[in-house]
């Protein structure tokens, strides 16, 4: 099962910040949190990943609670091509290397 | 192309066939993963494997289905006796090394069983 919980759908607005929230309250010490996003008939896209510390890319920045019990995605400037859906998955660093997905966030930028 | 490349993108067959799909990943990534993903849902893991060997295949469904990589690159998902629930997209990934971050993903191989 997913480790993650997120809202199943939000809206933003061109040129406006998105910010997707996850929810990852059993993550443990060695587990990193990773964002994938899924444009609609492609496969699932690499945004970022974390530990602990906040992370910045060309792409977007991922904000990481100091319990890290939670994580939040940062699109700084939303564009009509950032509509996807959007995963946040918790994967480990022992034993198996899988990546579970769970039903991500549906983001909708609106013109 | 570089990226990682999944035949057929679409097949068709009929309940109780045989199935192959096929994944060349990136070249020199040792981790490769097989997922599917039926209309609506997130990818489901299925194996994935470390060099030829299956690392992980907890997420196989049941016997009917059954994951190869003799060479420690291409490898093959082959499903049996196909029936209708099977119908999905099948995806496949690759990465350097199963401790390494991103994962790349193919388009997907799209199953249809009638």
């Known amino acids: 099962d997913a480790k993650t919980t997120q809202p199943p759908s939000m809206d933003c607005a061109e040129g406006r910040a998105a910010n997707l929230p996850c929810n990852h309250s059993?993550?443990?010490?060695?587990?990193?949190v990773y964002w994938y996003r899924q444009i609609h008939s492609q496969g699932p896209q690499y945004i970022i990943h974390?530990?602990?510390n906040n992370e910045t890319n060309e792409m977007a920045s991922l904000i990481i609670t100091e319990d890290r019990k939670s994580s939040t995605l940062i699109l700084p400037h939303a564009t009509l091509r950032d509509t996807a859906v959007y995963y946040c998955?918790?994967?480990?660093?022992?034993?198996?290397?899988?990546?579970?997905f769970g039903t991500g966030t549906r983001l909708k930028v609106l013109a | 192309g570089a990226g990682v490349s999944q035949t057929p993108s679409n097949k068709v067959t009929e309940k109780g066939k045989y199935v192959e799909l096929r994944c060349d990943p990136i070249?020199?990534?040792?981790?490769l993963y097989w997922y599917r993903q039926s209309l609506g849902q997130g990818p489901e893991f299925l194996i994935y494997?470390?060099?030829?060997?299956?690392?992980?295949d907890s997420g196989l469904p049941n016997d009917r289905f059954f994951a190869v990589r003799p060479e420690g690159s291409v490898s093959t998902l082959k499903i049996q006796r196909t029936e209708r629930g099977d119908s999905a997209v099948y995806l496949c990934?690759?990465?350097?090394?199963?401790?390494?971050?991103?994962?790349?993903f193919g388009e997907g191989s799209r199953l249809t069983v009638l």
């Open positions: 990934a690759s990465n350097l090394g199963q401790n390494t971050g991103e994962l790349f």
């Open positions: 974390g530990l602990k």
């Open positions: 998955i918790v994967r480990g660093t022992s034993g198996t290397y899988k990546y579970i």
């Open positions: 059993t993550i443990s010490g060695n587990e990193y």
């Open positions: 494997f470390q060099g030829t060997g299956a690392a992980d």
């Open positions: 070249s020199g990534h040792t981790a």
